[in-house]
């Protein structure tokens, strides 16, 4: 194998399993500090019992989210620097930005968030918590915003083949923007929305009848039921602006050869690049033409268009792309059906007497946000190859000159430590539930914070 | 209105800033990781409560500072670290080891977390030994021959020792009774490395090139310069005296080792950074040829003219707050 495909395979690896944990962060952040306000203003003790164990899985993901997220801040210059070199002006600063108004932000208060309660007021505290969910969210923005613009680049010139800003407001605000960072925000609050409920259920089904346990299962639930519907016409919205700015990555989602009208929505099909043809199609008739252009007789753009004069491809690979887009849409009818169906067994039944196969369906759900988030990543990284800056520098451009073998090293001990670090993950956390539903982890002492038959160390 | 302004210069000096609070603050709790061994578990519970508020914002200097070479230095950037690729990788996946064991050691299940503080430690040991070698192969110019590997290997050696050491004297501030009286043992222990390490890369500096060996010692400046390696001296006079007295009653002077280490750094950071003045790359790229486009420059000084002094002052608003001995952490 090669340099270029060898780096790429690490870099994809390095960031996906740096995103899962973000996706926890940016959210449960707000979670937490919705626990805790309500906490503060009812006194009920099963918030703070909530709180006290949700506080410890965003620590855990906080911690795997920080440290590989500085493996891909140094990625930049290891393995791609015709990157920085090529588009450093608009990267830097966006980068730059991002660690000094959102890293050291939520860095710095993490540490009175989690080990400060005691000896801070109150009132400290919770600013100190409503400061790192803000810098995560921060931290999206600034992250998203570059990623946007290396898909829908804007407000810059090239000089002697290197890119210089013109117009930092055209850069921040690039076209695709608003809607990625809408639909990551959302797919973040989806996943947690998930991983709440479905850990709670799992403890529910362990028999733990705490009090905290069946408001976070509502919150979850609730929390899910709500974001769904936005989320799936966010990423209607997300699509048509796809369509204006990167045909070619629509074509490749909808697995659509020819420019045509009466365009259908395939369910299933073996996008085959040899043959640039679709095996065993099954499709809805006119319903791609209908979502795209609102049309059944609306044009879609085909992949044949992006093919040079000289026969170079220059759109993406079609399967990848056209598969994870379909798992995320998938998943995301999935959660459609299981949230609503869960908020309308809990308006008619009530938590105490949920059907045990929804909770068991539901704690399959944990981490089913995470399936989706990345499928909805390798839709749109991989949808845009060959570019790594849309129309500017290709992928292959930027690839460092490092030996091959030199990066296999890396990419295997990367993979043998993620992996293992997966593994201690999920069990660890699966081991806290186990452990909060036998009740080890909650105190009967009612009185609130600060009184000692509450206080648990941080463990 | 910053037309007019010495922008490489500015960056290459806030690059060096974030560096040096880097070293000197992520030293420290590198450092408590590297002594872990010699630590029972109870003490290894008291070492990681001391540094448990502060680990992660400490790490954050050090991705200001490869951002800061990133966004203002793009063709040093790549030409460093890819010269750099293995001891960056061995260092990133220390740096992944140790801040994931800090979590699961306290929440993994108690047969687990043995192994736990093996891959703290380990971890810990990985940066510190990267990072050294890293400074010895940037010294000697970023050429892998044999002579220099050597080299880098050495300061890779000493640097985690003089790591360990500021960890010490953070541990004798931290800390009390026997876990105290064992940190100034440690200290006593790793002042060497701290001693060779500056030794050796003052020694050396100069007889990589013939420039760095003029502005040492040619007349006047060596007149100038000469406070650097005196200050220096007297500093290590003072900490092993202070050491030998340590701790003392009331826990009088338990401050003094640690802050007279950061001013040891300090120095010996700025000795190198006038030695490489105004190269980045050393003796092949400037400050001046590697510099980005002043208009993202301007961009970026903005905002850290404001942001900057905010990071600062919460800094210390949480070392202020987590001040006094350690105390276990809780969550509550
Ligand atoms: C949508 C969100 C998102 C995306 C796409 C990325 N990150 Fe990230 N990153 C975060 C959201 C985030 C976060 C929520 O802010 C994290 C996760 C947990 C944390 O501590 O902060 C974080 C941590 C984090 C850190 C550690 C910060 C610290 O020391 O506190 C670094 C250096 C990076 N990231 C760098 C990157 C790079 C170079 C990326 C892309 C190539 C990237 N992240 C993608
Ligand atoms: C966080 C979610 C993200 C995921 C899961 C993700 C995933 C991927 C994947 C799978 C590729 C490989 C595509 C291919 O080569 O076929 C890729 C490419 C790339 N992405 Fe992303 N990406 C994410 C976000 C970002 C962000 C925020 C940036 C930069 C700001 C970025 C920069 C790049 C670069 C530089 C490449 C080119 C290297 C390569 O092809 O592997 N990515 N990404
Ligand atoms: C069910 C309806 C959904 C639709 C129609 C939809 C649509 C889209 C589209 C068109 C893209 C590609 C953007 C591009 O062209 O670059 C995308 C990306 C993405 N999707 Fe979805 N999506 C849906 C559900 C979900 C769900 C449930 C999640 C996660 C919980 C999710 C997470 C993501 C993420 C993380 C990305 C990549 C980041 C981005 O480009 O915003 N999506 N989605």
């Known amino acids: 194998m090669d340099t270029l495909l060898l780096s790429r395979i690490q870099f994809g ?82 980068l730059a930005y ?120 509502r919150t979850g639930v609730v929390l899910g039921a709500v974001l769904i519907p936005l989320q799936i016409l966010a990423g209607d919205m997300h699509g048509l602006n796809t369509l204006e700015h990167q045909p070619q990555k629509v074509a490749a989602m909808e697995g659509n050869w020819e420019t045509q009208g009466n365009v259908p929505l395939l369910l299933f099909a073996l996008p085959n690049e040899q043959t640039r043809s679709n095996d065993f199609e099954i499709g809805i008739p006119n319903l791609a033409s209908i979502i795209l252009k609102h049309d059944p007789d609306g044009v879609v753009p085909g992949l044949n268009d992006f093919v040079t004069a000289e026969g170079k491809v220059m759109h993406p690979p079609v399967a990848p792309v056209f598969w994870s887009f379909r798992i995320m849409v998938g998943v995301g009818m999935l959660m459609l059906v299981m949230s609503w169906a869960g908020s309308y067994l809990l308006w008619k039944r009530g938590v105490d007497d949920m059907p045990k196969y929804y909770l068991i369906g539901m704690s399959g759900m944990a981490f089913m946000g995470w399936v989706a988030t990345l499928a909805g990543w390798y839709t749109t990284e991989i949808g845009r190859q060959p570019w790594l800056v849309q129309g500017v520098l290709t992928t292959e451009q930027a690839v460092a000159p490092v030996a091959a073998p030199m990066v296999l090293t890396t990419l295997i001990a990367y993979l043998l430590v993620y992996a293992a670090l997966m593994l201690a993950y999920m069990g660890v956390i699966t081991y806290m539930a186990r452990k909060a539903a036998k009740g080890e982890n909650l105190p009967p002492d009612p009185r609130g914070r600060g009184v000692n038959g509450n206080l648990m160390p941080a463990e | 209105m910053f037309a007019s302004l010495d922008l490489p210069f500015i960056f290459a000096a806030l690059m060096g800033l974030s560096i040096l609070i880097y070293v000197v603050l992520d030293g420290f709790d590198l450092g408590v990781g590297i002594l872990f061994p010699f630590a029972t578990p109870a003490e290894r519970d008291m070492m990681v409560a001391s540094i448990g508020p502060f680990w992660d914002a400490n790490e954050t200097w050090l991705v200001l500072a490869i951002g800061l070479l990133l966004v203002a ?8 670290l890819t010269q750099l690729y293995l001891p960056v990788a061995i260092m990133l996946i220390g740096l992944i080891l140790r801040g994931v064991a800090f979590e699961f050691r306290a929440k993994a299940p108690a047969a687990h977390k043995r192994a736990w503080d093996g891959a703290f430690w380990t971890g810990s040991l990985m940066a510190g030994l990267s990072q050294g070698f890293m400074l010895g192969m940037y010294v000697m110019g970023l050429s892998w021959t044999w002579w220099h590997v050597g080299f880098a290997v050495l300061t890779a050696i000493f640097l985690t020792v003089a790591y360990s050491f500021i960890g010490a004297t953070w541990m004798i501030l931290k800390s009390e009774g026997a876990l105290q009286a064992k940190a100034v043992d440690w200290a006593k222990g790793g002042i060497w490395g701290v001693v060779l390490g500056m030794g050796a890369i003052s020694l050396a500096t100069p007889f990589v090139s013939d420039r760095i060996f003029a502005k040492w010692f040619e007349w006047p400046a060596m ?110």
């Open chain 2, 223 to 332: 007149l100038y310069l000469s406070p650097l390696p005196l200050l220096s001296g007297l500093l290590v006079i003072l900490i092993w005296w202070k050491l030998r007295r340590l701790p003392m009653a009331n826990d009088h002077y338990a401050w003094l080792p640690f802050v007279a280490t950061i001013a040891l750094f300090t120095l010996g950071f700025l000795g190198m950074a006038y030695s490489f003045f105004p190269y980045v790359v050393p003796e092949a790229i400037t400050i001046y040829e590697a510099a980005s486009a002043p208009e993202s420059l301007t961009i970026i000084l903005i905002g850290t003219l404001f942001v900057l002094p905010v990071i600062i002052a919460y800094s210390i608003l949480s070392y202020v707050i987590f001040r006094g001995k350690a105390t276990a952490l809780r969550y509550d």
């Open chain 1, 13 to 94: 690896a390095n960031i996906s399993f740096h995103i899962l944990f973000p996706t926890i962060t940016i959210a449960l952040g707000w979670v937490l500090l919705f626990f805790k306000l309500r906490f503060n203003a009812t006194g009920d003790q099963k918030w703070m019992d909530a709180y006290m164990f949700w506080v410890k899985v965003f620590a855990l993901s906080f911690a795997m989210g920080v440290v590989s997220g500085i493996t891909m801040s140094f990625q930049f210059g290891t393995n791609w620097p015709g990157f920085m070199e090529t588009v450093g002006n608009v990267a830097g600063p966006l």
């Open chain 1, 98 to 217: 991002e660690v000094l108004t959102a890293f050291f932000l939520e860095a710095a208060f993490l540490g009175i968030m989690l080990f400060g309660a005691s000896r801070v007021k109150p009132w400290v505290h919770t600013t100190a918590t409503f400061l790192v969910a803000f810098g995560t969210t921060m931290s999206a923005f600034w992250i998203l915003v570059l990623n946007s613009w290396m898909h829908t680049p804007v407000g810059f010139e090239l000089r002697d083949g290197v890119v210089h800003a013109t117009d930092w407001w055209a850069i921040v605000f690039n076209p695709s923007m608003p809607y990625r960072l809408v639909h990551m925000l959302l797919a973040s609050g989806l996943t947690v929305a998930f991983l709440l409920a479905g850990i709670s259920a799992l403890r529910l089904l362990m028999k733990d009848r705490a009090e905290g346990t069946k408001s976070t299962f």
């Open chain 2, 73 to 80: 230095f793009p063709m040093a950037h790549g030409a460093i």
